[in-house]
């Protein structure tokens, strides 16, 4: 079987499964991957055969894809920022809007600051910010040992300074620590019907108690604690919970607060200034 053949069967079988919406870019990616080559030598060479090898590691990755495993979790790597992530099945797969909250926090006017990414995952937040801001320094926590591996790996590739710990949420951490605090939570209700397409990703990353607010209430708690007095908390939250998070951060006493959008111009994160204390950084 050749490059050309091989695509065009995957691309009928990935639309008879009915479960992918790019299946043309799907076989390239896999096919690229099983043969360990580039999709633009793909298809420079259309009539280069595949090895026994290569076509039974296609059939594999097909074969997932056709499960609707995400094309990020086969590949073992996903794109994000200017970086190229290592994900498994113990990350979240980062998402492209989770880069609107990085842009955010990077157009802060800070000559140096002290930032924190709660719930890491894969770490793509806090080396996204390490990569942009060189004077900045960036801490990172994660629960999950695996998770955690996963990230301090993305940072070895990337030599990006990022100073990873284990946690529960931030009650480990000292007060007046940080300067902005950022953190994309679980925030999916248990029953959200959207969960059926995402049971590939481990669900202490997805899920939260309280119609999906039982995290982002806990880290907005302790975020009082924990940020300087006029520092940052940015939070990642669903397309319909901004309203309830802004009152989250109301009666947190944050003030300055604003909900923004993503990419798809959904209400995706809530920013507010940490209002108690001595005039800091921003006055
Ligand atoms: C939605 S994922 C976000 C991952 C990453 N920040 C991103 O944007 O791609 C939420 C992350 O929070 C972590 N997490 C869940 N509960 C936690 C807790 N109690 N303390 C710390 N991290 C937690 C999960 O393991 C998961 O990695």
């Keep these: 079987m050749d490059v050309g053949e091989a695509l065009e069967e995957a691309v009928f079988s990935l639309i008879r499964s009915g479960h992918s919406n790019t299946p043309q870019m799907d076989a390239e990616l896999l096919l690229a991957h099983a043969k360990n080559s580039s999709v633009t030598h793909l298809l420079t060479w259309p009539s280069e055969k595949l090895t026994l090898d290569e076509e039974a590691a296609f059939r594999n990755y097909l074969k997932r894809r056709e499960k609707k495993e995400p094309i990020a979790l086969i590949l073992g790597h996903q794109d994000f920022w200017s970086m190229t992530l290592k994900v498994n099945e113990h990350t979240l797969v980062p998402r492209p809007d989770t880069e609107c909250l990085v842009?955010?926090?990077?157009?802060?006017?800070?000559?140096?600051?002290?930032?924190?990414?709660?719930?890491?995952?894969?770490?793509?937040?806090?080396?996204?910010?390490?990569?942009?801001?060189?004077?900045?320094?960036?801490?990172?926590?994660?629960?999950?040992?695996?998770?955690l591996a996963v990230a301090c790996e993305n940072q070895q590739l990337l030599e990006l300074p990022v100073a990873f710990f284990q946690g529960d949420w931030l009650s480990a951490?000292?007060?007046?620590?940080f300067d902005i605090l950022v953190s994309n939570p679980p925030y999916i209700p248990a029953n959200d019907k959207h969960l059926a397409d995402l049971t590939y990703e481990p669900r202490s990353a997805l899920v939260a108690k309280k119609q999906g607010l039982s995290d982002i209430e806990i880290i907005v708690g302790q975020a009082k604690n924990c940020l300087k007095a006029h520092g940052y908390l940015v939070v990642e939250h669903g397309f319909d919970q901004g309203y309830c998070v802004q009152e989250i951060f109301k009666e947190a006493g944050f003030s300055g607060i604003e909900t923004h959008q993503d990419y798809g111009k959904n209400d995706r994160f809530t920013v507010g200034v940490n209002a108690c204390g001595d005039a800091g950084l921003h006055a």
């Design 173 to 177: 951490v000292a007060e007046d620590s």
């Design 103 to 147: 842009e955010w926090i990077i157009h802060q006017p800070l000559e140096t600051a002290v930032v924190c990414d709660a719930g890491t995952g894969t770490g793509a937040i806090a080396l996204a910010i390490a990569g942009e801001k060189p004077n900045w320094q960036v801490f990172a926590m994660e629960k999950s040992t695996q998770a």
